[in-house]
T-cell receptor, first 116, second 118 residues
Framework: DGGITQSPKYLFRKEGQNVTLSCEQNLNHDAMYWYRQDPGQGLRLIYYSQIVNDFQKGDIAEGYSVSREKKESFPLTVTSAQKNPTAFYLC???????????????FGQGTRLTVV | AQKVTQAQTEISVVEKEDVTLDCVYETRDTTYYLFWYKQPPSGELVFLIRRNSFDEQNEISGRYSWNFQKSTSSFNFTITASQVVDSAVYFCALSEEWYGGSQGNLIFGKGTKLSVKP
C-alpha cells in the first residue's frame, strides 16, 4: 500500500536533548513537508523540500533541522534550541511544481512529542 | 498575504442534522487552490476535496457538498444528514500557484471541531 509513514507515534524527550522524527513515503512524490500542530491551532509549516538535497525554511523553522538525502525520506530533528517543542508533528508529501497543477498533499499519522 | 479564516471554532449538532462549515480566504493571486481536510481523533489529515480558482462549480460527493464563491472569497462545506462518524476537526486550506521559487505550500485555517451527537 502506498502512503506516508511517520514514526514513532509517541515520543518523549528530556529537556536539552535532540530528537529525530522519521517520515517515509512511497508515493513517488517530489515534495515533502513538516507541519506542527498545537491544541486549537491550525497547522504551521516548519520546513519543506521540493527535490532531493534541497529544502527551505517554513514559517517556524527556528529550533528545527531537516535533511533530504533520499526522495522517500524527510526526517525532522527537534533540537534543544526549540523552546517549546511539545506538539503534534505531521509530515506530508505531494507532487511538486514540475508535475503541473497543485495537487493535494497526503499526510502521515503524526508524531506526538512531549518534553518531560 | 494569504490567510484562511474558519470563524467557527466548535459546532455541535444532533445526528441527521445538516451542518455547514464556513471558510473565508484571502489571496492576491488570481490562480490558487482550495482544500478541505478532515482530522479524526486518530490525528491523520484526510484529504476531502481540492478546488481550482478558475472552477467555481459546486461539487457534491454523497452527503458532502462544497460551495465556492469567488465574489465573497468563501469555500463552504456542507454535510447533509450528519452522522456520528463525521465527528472530527475540519480544516480549510489555501495554496497559491507554483512559480519559480514559490512555495505553493498549504496555508491552513485553525479548524472547526464538529461534534455529532446520536
Amino acid at each position: 500500500d502506498g502512503g506516508i509513514t511517520q514514526s514513532p507515534k509517541y515520543l518523549f524527550r528530556k529537556e536539552g536533548q535532540n530528537v529525530t522524527l522519521s517520515c517515509e513515503q512511497n508515493l513517488n512524490h517530489d515534495a515533502m513537508y513538516w507541519y506542527r500542530q498545537d491544541p486549537g491551532q491550525g497547522l504551521r509549516l516548519i520546513y519543506y523540500s521540493q527535490i532531493v538535497n534541497d529544502f527551505q525554511k517554513g514559517d517556524i523553522a527556528e529550533g528545527y533541522s531537516v535533511s533530504r538525502e533520499k526522495k522517500e525520506s524527510f526526517p525532522l530533528t527537534v533540537t534543544s534550541a526549540q523552546k517549546n517543542p511539545t506538539a503534534f508533528y505531521l509530515c506530508a508529501s505531494s507532487f511538486g511544481p514540475n508535475r503541473g497543477l497543485n495537487t493535494e498533499a497526503f499526510f502521515g499519522q503524526g508524531t506526538r512529542l512531549t518534553v518531560v | 498575504a494569504q490567510k484562511v479564516t474558519q470563524a467557527q471554532t466548535e459546532i455541535s449538532v444532533v445526528e441527521k442534522e445538516d451542518v455547514t462549515l464556513d471558510c473565508v480566504y484571502e489571496t492576491r493571486d488570481t490562480t490558487y487552490y482550495l482544500f478541505w481536510y478532515k482530522q479524526p481523533p486518530s490525528g491523520e489529515l484526510v484529504f476531502l476535496i481540492r478546488r481550482n480558482s478558475f472552477d467555481e462549480q459546486n461539487e457534491i460527493s454523497g452527503r458532502y457538498s462544497w460551495n465556492f464563491q469567488k465574489s465573497t472569497s468563501s469555500f463552504n462545506f456542507t454535510i447533509t444528514a450528519s452522522q456520528v462518524v463525521d465527528s472530527a476537526v475540519y480544516f480549510c486550506a489555501l495554496s497559491e500557484e507554483w512559480y519559480g521559487g514559490s512555495q505553493g505550500n498549504l496555508i491552513f485555517g485553525k479548524g472547526t471541531k464538529l461534534s455529532v451527537k446520536p
